[in-house]
């Protein structure tokens, strides 16, 4: 059936109001968006790493999610999940449980990207039914917007400051999508919060109904961290994939299809701009330049990929 | 004082009360913690504006936005915290921030 | 611990030697003794020497240390003798067995003055004769049970065939030759 | 009927964990502990359990995983040494304050650096406060028993926390010794069907586990916590005399060998305690009035119970088989220190530190110990406490 909005209004909604994320905060969009492809009859357990969403969401003795859930360490949510879907298949085949469980395990770029990307490379290797969400803000948001490897190339950060010397930042951002692909997963997407959600909820449903390992990279625009006003939270995804610095994209069977082309391309600096984290260098032309031809070529790339080129 | 259907437990409960290992039996009771008074600006629906494109429901961060029947009927001023995302993104203006 | 009899092993990484002496237990246990069965381990691979001992006895034996004074050594690899001090604390009363195609009297001038008897067991040549292929393993057992008297040694043949019945129980075939190898081993050790 | 055989202490614990048949095991291989997972998967492989198996990539995710199954509703088990122990610390805490009750072999073995493959006790004694309870055993029969014992502690409504049965790495885990195995069916019937109160795939319950726990909570979680550590230790004396009727084979929190009137004692845990109870043999064949403790349960530590049984001898020997780099005694010296503190009457005490890095324990040395004691009792005092048995020193 195809994607309508309205439609998925009908379904229940999985994560409740509540719960303590910041106002205006991408992740918890990300969430109950990634939730609503569940099918209302089937029944789910969340993991998630430590991080905003997890400490936000389940502090004792509330719990925002309707489903089961479990948070044990910062590092681990791929494999905690691992161990619960473990535990479903031995209940399934001793005949314990009827009723059928998915299985989503979320981090942040930091649980994701760095100090849970061992975890997370095991069980997709190992090939659980289950799918991880990435909803990357690009730093250690929880901690105080520290850089992560998701960080973009300038980004002033608590620990890669816009001082005197060093503007911020100095590495491009670790491309963990292309990582993922490198595990030969059956479902492997790029996706952000945008428009009627089309694009997000179409791959949060074949990343859950994909039998074995998805993965999912979400951009979870954060007001704080990228230091924007609340309400732009949907223009400000929509910018990074305007730009192309968050193309939309999925890999099925290691099959590449683009699954939005921007018919204006903008240039970076526009999304810059927008952020207080970039206030140092956005005027800067040459920083910006380089910025550019970065996104430039990782798009071009992606087009061959896609066979767009 | 606590409510054990709902797995509530007051803070400073006895030890011999809390629940082993800090478990939540009752899910999505988060539902009864009320976020509405972080609210600085307050979102208000205006139903002559408001054609029912929805695209208020899935941008809420607070799943305040209260649908039926493929249709808004209202927001959830208990949970909403003010962030104006909705409004920002309503083609028909027909969500205004106004002060709390 | 009176009635404990304490076995140790020299052999070379690969050969075999701990196997040895798990199969010694073995046999020792199907005839209702206690034993023990354990090596020396490090990083060692192949070829490097290795240690591995084995404590027989009718009774549970606690002591859990290596074993410093061995009532019997067994040297699975006759070039160790000139490597490793193979007769340390070797009882007088007790005895070493050597594979080897030499006899006991041309070895004892290389055993540093040991004054215990001295064994000799050509476990290559009855292997290749019985098996076909080098397995010194079968004849070491036969001819530390000669020396050692730890079991009556019909009760051992018996108790060898069972096991082989049982271990090669999808290759018949090899029954047969095994038992001659611990048969001939039985007989043809010497000193 | 018992079946007799021969194993070693890993495949004991593999036989014993095959029998229990657990919903999930998640391991990664580090050597002493090795062989448990790899006995286990060959029984995975040929359809003997109906265990899901997760060959995980690192020790971290061995326990991270075993959470996730434990909390799900199944049980979970894994095996680790040492740096694997040490590199799980995170999860042990976290397995223990969200009250699950997995079993795990802890082969112990010395913990780097510098690295060291033998055994001491130096990784599961650091990991001595993770909220686990830590149950040692002399041999392989005692690992194959605590195995299973260990399933029945840890579930019980009473106590809902993970056990750790710790052996000592080669010289239990790797030597063939003879054992008395139950049958399948009589250890099934032992550990029953597990049936938890909460868990994440019931579907009539949706549940949240390990949650953020701010001042308010988690004080009072804590303290809810320690309640099934000290209920704990009725637990394991209930399941023990159970396991009794089954077997005859005795065991308590921790063992007295010839205590009748002993004066000179040495307090031990593991395979050394095997050695020592030879020595004591020795020495009461010759009239001296000698005696053994040998600790089974060290978490949680029995202390009202060790120091009744210490009141009455003259000098204690408490030996440890790691160091406890306060400077000032190791663990169980500084545990059986503290139970006798509240005592009127109490024993003269002295500390050895020995076997480090599978330094191998003689008979020699324990007679040492022993006749230390003597001199000890002789002379009314004890110069110096803190001693290092075994140890090369240029000044001794």
């Given at each position: 059936?195809a994607?309508n909005l309205?439609?998925?209004?009908l379904?229940?909604?999985?994560l409740?109001g509540?719960?303590?994320?910041?106002?205006?905060?991408g992740a918890?969009?990300?969430a109950r968006?990634?939730?609503?492809?569940?099918?209302?009859?089937?029944?789910?357990?969340?993991?998630?790493?430590?991080?905003?969403?997890?400490v936000?969401?389940?502090i004792?003795?509330?719990?925002?999610?309707?489903?089961?859930?479990?948070?044990s360490?910062?590092?681990?949510?791929?494999?905690?999940?691992?161990?619960v879907?473990a535990?479903y298949?031995?209940?399934k085949?001793?005949?314990?449980l009827d009723d059928?469980y998915?299985f989503?395990?979320?981090?942040?770029?930091?649980?994701t990207?760095?100090?849970?990307?061992?975890?997370?490379?095991g069980?997709?290797?190992?090939?659980?039914?289950?799918?991880?969400?990435?909803?990357d803000n690009?730093?250690?948001?929880?901690?105080?917007?520290q850089?992560?490897s998701a960080?973009?190339?300038?980004?002033?950060?608590?620990?890669s400051?816009?001082g005197?010397v060093?503007?911020?930042?100095?590495?491009y951002?670790k491309?963990?999508?292309?990582?993922?692909?490198?595990?030969?997963?059956?479902?492997?997407?790029?996706?952000?919060?945008i428009?009627?959600?089309?694009d997000?909820?179409?791959?949060?449903?074949?990343?859950?109904?994909?039998?074995?390992?998805?993965?999912?990279?979400?951009?979870a625009?954060?007001?704080?961290g990228?230091r924007?006003?609340t309400?732009?939270?949907?223009e400000?995804?929509?910018?990074?994939?305007?730009?192309?610095?968050?193309?939309?994209?999925e890999v099925e069977n290691?099959?590449?299809?683009?699954?939005?082309?921007?018919k204006?391309?903008?240039?970076?600096?526009?999304?810059?701009?927008?952020?207080?984290r970039?206030?140092?260098?956005?005027?800067?032309a040459?920083?910006?330049?380089?910025?550019?031809?970065?996104v430039d070529r990782?798009?071009?790339?992606l087009l061959?990929?896609?066979g767009?080129k | 004082?606590?409510?054990?259907?709902?797995?509530i437990?007051?803070?400073?409960?006895?030890?011999?009360?809390?629940?082993?290992?800090?478990?939540?039996?009752?899910?999505?009771?988060?539902?009864?913690?009320e976020?509405?008074?972080?609210?600085?600006?307050?979102?208000?629906?205006?139903?002559e504006?408001c054609?029912?494109?929805?695209?208020?429901?899935?941008?809420c961060p607070?799943?305040?936005?209260l649908t039926?029947d493929?249709?808004?009927?209202?927001?959830?001023?208990?949970?909403?915290?003010?962030?104006g995302v909705?409004?920002?993104?309503?083609?028909?203006?027909a969500?205004?921030m106004?002060?709390? | 611990?009176?009635?404990?009899?304490e076995?140790?092993?020299?052999?070379?990484?690969?050969?075999?030697?701990?196997?040895?002496?798990?199969?010694?237990?073995e046999?020792?246990?199907?005839?209702?003794?206690y034993?023990?069965?354990?090596p020396?381990?490090?990083?060692?691979?192949?070829?490097?020497?290795?240690?591995?001992y084995?404590?027989?006895?009718?009774?549970?034996?606690?002591v859990?240390?290596?074993?410093y004074?061995?009532?019997y050594?067994?040297?699975v690899?006759e070039?160790?003798?000139?490597?490793?001090?193979?007769?340390?604390?070797?009882?007088?009363?007790?005895?070493i067995?050597?594979?080897?195609?030499?006899?006991?009297?041309?070895?004892?001038?290389?055993?540093?003055?040991?004054?215990g008897?001295?064994c000799?067991?050509?476990?290559?040549?009855i292997?290749m004769?019985?098996?076909?292929?080098y397995?010194p393993?079968?004849?070491?057992?036969?001819a530390?049970i000669?020396i050692?008297?730890?079991?009556?040694?019909?009760?051992?043949?018996?108790?060898?065939?069972?096991?082989?019945?049982h271990?090669f129980?999808?290759?018949?075939q090899?029954?047969?030759?095994?038992?001659?190898?611990?048969k001939r081993?039985l007989?043809?050790?010497r000193? | 009927?018992?079946?007799?055989?021969?194993?070693?202490?890993?495949e004991a614990?593999?036989?014993?964990m095959?029998?229990?048949?657990?919903?999930?095991?998640?391991?990664f291989?580090?050597?002493?502990?090795?062989?448990v997972?790899?006995?286990?998967?060959?029984?995975v492989?040929n359809?003997?359990?109906?265990?899901?198996?997760v060959?995980?990539?690192?020790?971290?995710?061995?326990?991270?995983?075993?959470?996730?199954?434990?909390?799900?509703?199944?049980?979970?088990?894994?095996a680790t040494?040492?740096n694997g122990?040490?590199?799980?610390w995170?999860?042990l805490?976290?397995?223990?304050?969200?009250?699950l009750?997995?079993?795990?072999?802890?082969?112990?073995?010395?913990?780097?650096?510098p690295?060291?493959?033998h055994?001491?006790h130096?990784?599961?004694m650091?990991?001595?406060?993770?909220?686990?309870i830590q149950?040692y055993?002399e041999?392989?029969?005692e690992?194959?028993?605590n195995?299973?014992m260990?399933?029945?502690?840890?579930?019980h409504k009473?106590?809902?926390?993970?056990v750790?049965n710790?052996?000592d790495?080669f010289?239990?885990?790797?030597?063939?010794e003879?054992?008395?195995?139950?049958?399948?069916d009589?250890v099934k019937n032992?550990?029953?069907?597990?049936k938890?109160?909460?868990?994440?795939?019931?579907?009539?319950q949706p549940?949240?586990?390990?949650?953020l726990?701010?001042p308010?909570?988690?004080?009072?979680?804590?303290?809810?916590q320690v309640?099934?550590?000290?209920?704990a230790k009725?637990?394991?004396?209930?399941?023990?005399k159970?396991f009794?009727?089954?077997?005859?084979?005795?065991?308590?929190?921790f063992?007295?060998?010839k205590?009748d009137?002993?004066?000179?004692?040495v307090?031990v845990i593991?395979?050394?305690?095997?050695?020592?109870?030879?020595?004591?043999?020795?020495?009461?064949?010759?009239?001296?009035?000698v005696?053994?403790?040998?600790v089974?349960?060290f978490?949680?530590?029995?202390?009202?119970?060790?120091?009744?049984?210490?009141?009455?001898?003259?000098?204690?020997?408490?030996?440890?088989?790691?160091d406890?780099f306060?400077?000032?005694?190791?663990?169980?010296?500084?545990e059986?220190c503290?139970?006798?503190?509240?005592?009127?009457?109490?024993?003269l005490?002295?500390n050895?530190?020995?076997?480090?890095?599978g330094?191998?324990?003689r008979?020699?040395?324990?007679?040492?110990?022993f006749?230390?004691?003597?001199e000890?009792?002789?002379?009314?005092?004890v110069?110096?406490?803190?001693r290092y048995?075994?140890?090369?020193?240029?000044n001794?």
């Amino acid at each position: 059936m195809a994607y309508n909005l309205k439609e998925t209004s009908l379904k229940p909604e999985r994560l409740t109001g509540g719960h303590r994320m910041c106002a205006g905060c991408g992740a918890p969009v990300v969430a109950r968006s990634v939730l609503r492809a569940l099918k209302p009859e089937d029944k789910a357990v969340i993991t998630s790493a430590t991080g905003c969403l997890e400490v936000s969401t389940f502090i004792y003795p509330y719990t925002a999610w309707k489903d089961s859930f479990i948070h044990s360490a910062f590092e681990n949510s791929a494999v905690t999940c691992a161990g619960v879907e473990a535990a479903y298949v031995n209940m399934k085949k001793t005949g314990q449980l009827d009723d059928t469980y998915k299985f989503i395990a979320f981090g942040g770029d930091g649980g994701t990207y760095d100090i849970g990307i061992q975890s997370l490379s095991g069980a997709m290797e190992r090939g659980h039914d289950m799918v991880y969400v990435c909803y990357d803000n690009g730093a250690y948001m929880n901690t105080g917007i520290q850089r992560s490897s998701a960080t973009p190339k300038y980004a002033d950060t608590t620990t890669s400051p816009a001082g005197k010397v060093v503007p911020g930042k100095q590495q491009y951002r670790k491309d963990l999508t292309a990582v993922m692909v490198a595990h030969n997963l059956p479902y492997i997407a790029q996706t952000a919060p945008i428009g009627n959600f089309k694009d997000i909820y179409e791959k949060a449903e074949k990343a859950i109904y994909t039998e074995g390992p998805a993965f999912l990279n979400v951009l979870a625009p954060c007001p704080r961290g990228w230091r924007y006003d609340t309400p732009k939270l949907i223009e400000m995804a929509q910018l990074a994939v305007d730009t192309c610095f968050w193309p939309l994209y999925e890999v099925e069977n290691g099959v590449y299809k683009l699954t939005y082309k921007p018919k204006n391309k903008r240039p970076i600096s526009d999304w810059l701009e927008a952020q207080g984290r970039f206030r140092h260098m956005a005027k800067d032309a040459e920083k910006v330049e380089e910025l550019q031809q970065e996104v430039d070529r990782r798009w071009d790339l992606l087009l061959a990929m896609c066979g767009e080129k | 004082m606590t409510d054990k259907d709902k797995c509530i437990v007051e803070p400073f409960t006895p030890w011999q009360e809390t629940t082993k290992g800090g478990v939540v039996t009752s899910s999505g009771n988060a539902h009864y913690y009320e976020t509405g008074g972080w609210r600085a600006d307050k979102p208000e629906w205006d139903t002559e504006k408001c054609r029912q494109c929805l695209m208020c429901f899935p941008v809420c961060p607070d799943s305040s936005i209260l649908t039926e029947d493929k249709k808004m009927i209202g927001i959830d001023y208990d949970h909403c915290k003010g962030c104006g995302v909705c409004a920002n993104v309503c083609p028909f203006h027909a969500i205004n921030m106004v002060k709390a | 611990m009176n009635n404990v009899v304490e076995i140790r092993w020299h052999g070379r990484g690969g050969q075999g030697a701990k196997t040895a002496s798990l199969l010694l237990a073995e046999a020792a246990f199907d005839t209702g003794k206690y034993i023990q069965g354990f090596p020396e381990y490090g990083p060692e691979r192949m070829g490097a020497p290795i240690t591995a001992y084995n404590r027989i006895s009718d009774e549970r034996v606690t002591v859990h240390s290596n074993i410093y004074d061995p009532d019997y050594v067994i040297v699975v690899d006759e070039t160790l003798i000139d490597v490793v001090d193979v007769t340390a604390g070797l009882k007088k009363e007790g005895a070493i067995l050597i594979n080897t195609e030499k006899t006991p009297e041309e070895l004892r001038p290389r055993l540093k003055g040991y004054e215990g008897r001295v064994c000799t067991i050509d476990a290559r040549k009855i292997s290749m004769e019985t098996l076909g292929k080098y397995f010194p393993n079968t004849p070491m057992l036969g001819a530390i049970i000669k020396i050692a008297k730890i079991m009556d040694e019909n009760t051992f043949i018996t108790s060898m065939e069972k096991s082989f019945k049982h271990k090669f129980a999808s290759k018949p075939q090899v029954i047969e030759p095994n038992m001659a190898a611990v048969k001939r081993a039985l007989e043809e050790v010497r000193g | 009927m018992a079946i007799r055989d021969k194993l070693s202490g890993n495949e004991a614990v593999a036989v014993a964990m095959r029998q229990i048949n657990p919903g999930v095991v998640a391991a990664f291989p580090i050597t002493p502990s090795t062989e448990v997972p790899q006995y286990f998967s060959s029984f995975v492989n040929n359809g003997q359990v109906d265990t899901e198996f997760v060959p995980v990539e690192s020790e971290h995710s061995a326990m991270s995983a075993c959470i996730g199954a434990s909390a799900a509703g199944v049980r979970a088990m894994t095996a680790t040494s040492a740096n694997g122990l040490a590199l799980m610390w995170e999860m042990l805490y976290i397995a223990a304050s969200c009250r699950l009750p997995i079993v795990m072999a802890t082969v112990n073995r010395a913990l780097s650096g510098p690295i060291n493959i033998h055994n001491d006790h130096a990784d599961s004694m650091g990991a001595r406060d993770s909220g686990w309870i830590q149950i040692y055993g002399e041999n392989n029969q005692e690992a194959y028993d605590n195995e299973i014992m260990a399933v029945k502690i840890s579930e019980h409504k009473d106590v809902l926390l993970p056990v750790m049965n710790c052996y000592d790495g080669f010289i239990t885990s790797h030597a063939i010794e003879n054992i008395e195995l139950l049958e399948d069916d009589v250890v099934k019937n032992f550990v029953g069907a597990y049936k938890p109160e909460h868990y994440l795939l019931n579907p009539n319950q949706p549940i949240a586990v390990g949650p953020l726990d701010l001042p308010n909570y988690y004080f009072e979680h804590k303290r809810n916590q320690v309640e099934g550590m000290r209920k704990a230790k009725d637990v394991i004396l209930e399941v023990s005399k159970e396991f009794e009727k089954l077997t005859g084979r005795s065991y308590g929190l921790f063992e007295e060998y010839k205590m009748d009137e002993a004066e000179r004692v040495v307090v031990v845990i593991g395979s050394t305690a095997g050695t020592a109870k030879a020595v004591v043999d020795e020495l009461r064949a010759k009239g001296e009035k000698v005696g053994l403790i040998k600790v089974r349960v060290f978490r949680p530590f029995p202390a009202e119970e060790v120091a009744k049984a210490l009141a009455n001898c003259k000098a204690v020997a408490i030996m440890d088989k790691c160091d406890g780099f306060n400077g000032k005694g190791a663990p169980l010296f500084n545990e059986v220190c503290s139970a006798l503190y509240f005592d009127e009457t109490k024993p003269l005490a002295v500390n050895y530190i020995y076997g480090l890095g599978g330094r191998d324990v003689r008979v020699d040395d324990i007679e040492k110990v022993f006749s230390d004691l003597t001199e000890i009792v002789a002379s009314g005092k004890v110069d110096d406490p803190y001693r290092y048995l075994g140890v090369v020193d240029a000044n001794c």
